[in-house]
């Protein structure tokens, strides 16, 4: 293909994106030859098609791995950091072009697609700044009779696997700690959006991180592929982005070799809304909370908690800004709310929709799937969305609100707790002190109050519950990624 086949048009890409798999230092096609159809959302037309690897390519991408990795670990942290700070100014200069190939190849609207490439990036220059900051400890033994030394070590060969909804920020959010910490790895993208890792990967590879560090398969067999790679045991750490469903088997596969493992799952999300918060503060909130990425983000609210005393104001002002929204292809100027990525993700919002409206719920906006090429779902709101109700034990990963009254703050902390998921949460009051003693309450590995937006590449981003184990970003994010070694010396 052309350098320009997936570029806006007068602004070409600086590379003709790779569709093979990256093995050392080659991008080389399946041994088999077989290939994955790669479709826009938009419009269901097949962009173009990627390796479809087997578990021969990924032993290889293992090989490569432990090729490089002593002579990774054993490069100064200011080395890895500069080599990081390289890839963020690498991928800023392309954020136009790589954000035209994240809306092409998963729906979302230009804006967002911008938002994901500085935040992806920003995971290069955080880890960067946290690569020579690793470190260890000493201090004396209650005896007094020796020292005990912790040194931090990288923990070795780790397989990151990453959804569809954030194909560069999921990919950036694991790569740069495990490259910080000393750690070569494997990346396993999403079957739906490769093309996003893919180019990412290749800008890595153009600002100079060594062959074999970072390696990228493809397959549509992800079971067979991912297992073998677990069960290698020069492979010591396993990242996951994904569904609770997925993320116990891989738990489960992981477990024969005792392999390290972080899980960032499902969410579902509660937004909370007392009687006295500024109602319009609140209302961006939600916008941004509920339409971010269209509602395709793990931290997504899911189910809206509002006060009776201002609830059918906030009803009526949510339906009228979400139904102000633009609907269309994500490469268009003026979208607002792009395609769902695929016709299961429409099957399961309508779904869910039905279901809720069968049991009592009011459909205030929306509602119905768009009679359009593509996969389209307009931005929908449902009130008085009765227990029992599906859609608020799954989460639904569309531009659906689901709202829902409440009498007082003890009961929205319950309702919101009333789940087995507890990635994130919001809460909106006038009272700080009221909102953070809620806060604290609501069992979610992270809760953000008065704001819509609870990312942050230097804040620990996980889940408690079902949804997850460790935390990316921040420092913590780091030490995911190494071992601490106890050394005991006499003195």
């Known amino acids: 293909m052309t350098a320009n086949a997936f570029a806006p048009a007068g602004q070409p890409g600086p590379f003709a994106v790779p569709t093979d798999n990256l093995i050392g230092d080659a991008w080389v096609p399946a041994a088999s030859g077989k290939r994955i159809d790669i479709a826009d959302p938009s419009s269901g037309a097949v962009l173009t098609s990627v390796a479809d690897a087997s578990v021969e390519e990924g032993i290889a991408a293992v090989d490569a791995a432990d090729a490089a990795a002593a002579a990774w670990a054993a490069t100064p942290p200011r080395k890895r950091a500069d080599f990081l700070l390289a890839c963020f100014h690498a991928m800023m200069a392309e954020q136009e072009w790589l954000a035209h190939l994240i809306s092409l190849e998963n729906g979302k609207a230009l804006t967002d697609a911008r938002g994901e490439v500085a935040y992806a990036a920003e995971f290069f220059r955080w880890y960067a700044e946290e690569a020579v900051r690793i470190n ?6 209650p005896s007094g009779g020796n020292r005990i030394l912790v040194q931090y070590q990288p923990i070795g060969i780790a397989l ?32 739906e959006t490769p093309l996003t890792a893919l180019a990412v990967a290749e800008i890595m590879r153009r600002a100079g991180v060594p062959a074999g560090v970072v390696n990228v398969v493809n397959t549509s067999e992800p079971g067979p592929v991912c297992s073998a790679i677990l069960h290698d045991p020069r492979v010591r750490k396993l990242s996951f982005t994904g569904s609770t469903e997925v993320g116990r088997i891989l738990l489960r596969e992981a477990a024969d070799q005792v392999i390290s493992s972080s899980m960032e799952l499902g969410g579902n999300a509660p937004f909370l809304v007392l009687d006295d918060a500024d109602l319009d503060e609140a209302i961006e909130g939600a916008m941004v909370a509920k339409m ?19 609830h059918d104001a906030f009803v009526a002002k949510l339906s009228e800004r979400m139904g102000a929204m633009t609907v269309g292809n994500g490469i268009e100027a003026g979208t607002q709310c792009g395609a769902m990525i695929n016709q299961a993700s429409i099957d399961k919002i309508e779904r869910l929709v039905a279901d809720a409206v069968g049991r009592g719920a009011e459909v205030k906006l929306g509602g119905q799937t768009l009679d359009r090429p593509g996969y389209f779902y307009p931005p929908s709101v449902i009130a008085n969305v009765q227990p029992g109700s599906e859609i608020l034990s799954t989460e639904v990963f569309g531009p659906v609100a689901a709202v829902i009254p409440f009498d007082t703050p003890e009961e929205a902390v319950a309702l919101a707790n009333a789940t087995e998921y507890g990635l994130a949460a919001y809460v909106y009051s006038g009272d700080l002190k009221r909102a953070l003693q809620m806060a604290e309450k609501i069992e979610c590995g992270m809760v953000a109050v008065n704001r819509g937006l609870v990312s942050d590449a230097a804040a620990p981003f996980g889940g408690v519950k079902q949804s997850g184990l460790g935390r990316e970003g921040s420092h913590h994010g780091l030490i995911e990624y190494c071992e601490a070694k106890y050394i005991a010396v006499s003195w």
């Open 292 to 310: 971010r990425n269209a509602g395709e983000a793990c931290t997504a609210a899911n189910r809206f908690y509002v006060q009776r005393g201002i």
């Open 136 to 141: 260890g400890e000493l201090s004396v033994s």
């Open 160 to 191: 990151l696997i990453t959804p569809w909804n954030f194909p560069a920020a999921m990919a950036t959010r694991k790569i740069a700690p495990a490259l910080a910490a000393g750690c070569t790895c494997i990346l396993k993208p999403a079957e």
